[in-house]
T-cell receptor, first 112, second 117 residues
């Protein structure tokens, strides 16, 4: 079945450091890909998405590119802030049902 | 626009007891999902409704879990009897529908944290 593998955490960075969280997927067909974020004490929020190969999703300075050849969707940000501290989930959706399959999540802590 | 509402936010029960969770999706959203998120893992789909019909319940432990969405709006998820391994956050999400990519965006509620002792 479909699956998502993302980089194990936790990840600890200093403010203004460069962030990469790796995500690879296995799926039949051509899924849409997502990054969700869960801030402490809050629910899951959609951060960005890409719906086809070579699409780049971006939001709040975060970017991820849908790479079909490497089945990857790595999350990047050029300069992280303390407020980016959260758990980040990579996910794919089945194109027919919309069902989401999530990775295990990566906890990011950004220190001042 | 009001978001997805869930209640209760927290519940502590003993094993073998029963528990029910409630979800009210965003108005007009035809598709409703229940996910289980065990500590340290990503959410896992339990059941998906389209209006009041079940689309996917392949990962719902049907010997103890049940869910309904009788009028195609709000939904309840029940566990009876609960086991220790059911301790998790239960997330409800909704989306406009199944068709078209813009309809796939799911909006999540705050979740219900269940502790089974």
């Amino acid at each position: 079945g479909d699956s998502v593998t993302q980089m194990e955490g936790p990840v600890t960075l200093s403010e203004e450091a460069f962030l990469t969280i790796n995500c690879t997927y296995t799926a039949t067909g051509y899924p849409s890909l997502f990054w969700y974020v869960q801030y402490p004490g809050e629910g899951l929020q959609l951060l960005l998405k890409a719906t086809k190969a070579d699409d780049k999703g971006s939001n709040k300075g975060f970017e991820a590119t849908y790479r079909k050849e490497t089945t990857s969707f790595h999350l990047e940000k050029g300069s992280v802030q303390v407020s980016d501290s959260a758990v980040y989930f990579c996910a794919l959706s089945d194109i027919w049902s919309g069902k989401l399959v999530f990775g295990k999540g990566t906890k990011l802590t950004v220190n001042p | 626009e009001a978001g997805v509402a869930q209640s209760p936010r927290y519940k502590i029960i003993e094993k073998r007891q029963s528990v029910a969770f409630w979800c009210n999706p965003i108005s007009g959203h035809a598709t409703l999902y229940w996910y289980q998120q065990i500590l340290g893992q990503g959410p896992k789909l339990l059941i998906q409704f389209q209006n009041n019909g079940v689309v996917d319940d392949s990962q719902l432990p049907k010997d103890r879990f049940s869910a309904e969405r009788l009028k195609g709006v709000d939904s309840t998820l029940k566990i009876q009897p609960a086991k220790l391994e059911d301790s998790a956050v239960y997330l409800c999400a909704s989306s406009l529908g199944l068709g078209g990519l813009s309809s796939y965006e799911q909006y999540f509620g705050p979740g219900t944290r269940l502790t089974v002792t």
